[in-house]
């Protein structure tokens, strides 16, 4: 059973760089057969897509998201990460990693990061 | 890219059929047989109920069925159970390669 975990601080300064990691256990993510998403929610809001990554580094971002995101991977660690950089309070959400881009079956528990000075 | 459209709520009584409207046009709905659909516990992770259009993941119950015409997706819950109610989110791939999801219906059990 495949399992994810974010982690990174749950409070964020204005114009900072919000960065979270996600450890994927009970499956390798360089298998070459899954993407890897990170998906947000606001409190009391919907869903949104921010991006996905495949094994070979190539990934693909959220139009209205794309100037400030970047995900990458760590094969060796079997983790990936996003960085969302010059944050506003807009961008307070619960984040989720996932496997799957279009078709998402595993996701993480979530994570709250908060927009703040 | 812009959020499907999805009606804000449904409700139905126990034993009931219900169905969820997603739409969205020839770049994304239209455009690919690539549709899912979540449900969403208050506080939970979303779960995937239905994948490319109208495919049950192992686990999930066939009272849950999905299809597509044109540019809208819906999702039919049968035999309507307290279970069930929850946020369902459609979701569907985009031009470009991105994906994009709906604004997410509550469903109410009566």
């Known amino acids: 059973q495949v399992q994810l975990q974010e982690s990174g601080p749950g409070l964020v300064k204005p114009s900072q760089t919000l960065s979270l990691t996600c450890t994927v256990s009970?499956?390798?993510?360089?298998?070459?057969?899954?993407?890897w998403s990170w998906i947000r929610q606001p409190a009391g809001k919907g869903l949104e897509w921010i991006g996905r990554?495949?094994?070979?580094?190539?990934?693909n971002y959220n139009p209205s998201l794309e100037s400030r995101v970047t995900i990458s991977l760590d094969t060796s660690k079997n983790q990936f990460s996003l960085k969302l950089s010059s944050v506003t309070a807009a961008d307070t959400a619960v984040y989720y990693c996932?496997?799957?881009?279009?078709?998402?079956?595993?996701w993480g528990q979530g994570t709250l990061v908060t927009v703040s000075s | 890219q812009s959020a499907l459209t999805q009606p804000a709520s449904v409700s139905g009584s126990p034993g009931q059929s219900i169905t969820i409207s997603c739409t969205g046009t020839?770049?994304?709905?239209?455009?690919?047989?690539?549709v899912s659909w979540y449900q969403q516990h208050p506080g939970k992770a979303p779960k995937l109920m239905i994948c490319?259009?109208?495919n049950r993941p192992s686990g999930v119950s066939n009272r849950f069925s999905g299809s597509k015409s044109a540019n809208t997706a819906s999702l039919t819950i049968s035999g309507l159970q307290a279970e069930d109610e929850a946020e369902y989110y459609c979701?569907?791939?985009?031009?470009?390669?991105?994906?994009?999801f709906g604004g997410g219906t509550k469903v109410t059990v009566l």
């Open positions: 990554i495949y094994t070979s580094g190539s990934a």
């Open positions: 490319d259009v109208s």
């Open positions: 009970g499956g390798s993510i360089s298998s070459g057969r899954y993407y």
């Open positions: 020839s770049s994304d709905v239209g455009g690919y047989d690539s």
């Open positions: 979701s569907s791939k985009s031009s470009s390669n991105t994906a994009v």
């Open positions: 996932a496997r799957g881009s279009y078709r998402v079956d595993f």
